[in-house]
């Protein structure tokens, strides 16, 4: 399974872009990228997955170059509610799924006023 | 509002003790799958549940077990409580077997604290 690094913590003010970027440097040919983001005392929350090249849906987008090695989570314009821990996960659905994901420690996200 | 409903929100309790905690999944979704999150720690996946069937373990003690009923919703009991089990615990359901490649649905979790 790929195992993924993220910076522990980013500082971030209102109304700025925030890039936040993972990295699975042993991503496997079926693996797709997913991130997740959970707020304090509650369940993650699913909020963009990719295989490739560039996903964007109503809250983030996703950038994944041609090697695999890594991906950036992309969020527009964050405000204080933006406040949250990221979580990037990379698994397939051959071998196992989220039984076999180690969602870490994440990515603490703080938005400043 | 996920479609996961957890319960009890909140449980104290004693050392030594045995509490149970509830899981209704997403209506059409046939897993379910608990997680154990303590301060500052990641989450952590105990156990999966697959139609009724268990599917895969985790880092689950001894002390825990877990069922799915044939209405589909689960339960995950704990026994001989330690301070140590104090945690947040999730459930999550997917419609499938656990594709990473699908979404999962995360309730709001239930805090457990052990006194």
């Known amino acids: 399974l790929a195992k993924t690094t993220q910076p522990i913590s980013m500082d971030s003010y209102e109304g700025q872009e925030v890039n936040i970027t993972c990295s699975h440097n042993?991503?496997?040919?079926?693996?797709?990228i997913t991130w997740y983001q959970q707020f304090p005392s509650q369940g993650p929350r699913f909020i963009i997955q990719g295989y490739k090249t560039k996903v964007t849906n109503e809250v983030a987008s996703l950038f994944i170059p041609a090697d695999r090695k890594s991906s950036t989570l992309s969020l527009p314009r964050v405000s204080l509610s933006d406040t949250a821990v990221y979580y990037c996960l990379v698994g397939d659905g051959s071998s196992g799924g989220y039984q076999k994901v180690t969602f870490g420690t994440g990515t603490k996200l703080q938005v400043i006023p | 509002d996920s479609g996961v409903t957890q319960t009890p929100k909140h449980l104290i309790t004693a050392t030594g003790q045995r509490v149970t905690l509830r899981c209704s999944p997403r209506?059409?979704?046939?897993?379910v799958y608990w997680y154990q999150q303590s301060l500052d720690q990641g989450l952590q996946f105990l156990i999966q549940?697959?139609?009724?069937?268990?599917?895969a373990k985790g880092n689950i003690l001894e002390r825990f077990s877990a069922q799915q009923f044939p209405d589909l919703h689960s339960e995950l009991n704990l026994s001989s409580l330690e301070l140590g089990d104090s945690a947040l615990y999730f459930c999550a359901s997917s419609v499938g077997q656990g594709e990473v490649n699908t979404e999962a649905f995360f309730g709001q979790g239930t805090r457990l604290t052990v006194v």
């Open positions: 042993n991503i496997a040919t079926n693996d797709y």
């Open positions: 209506s059409g979704d046939l897993s």
């Open positions: 549940y697959y139609n009724g069937e268990e599917r």
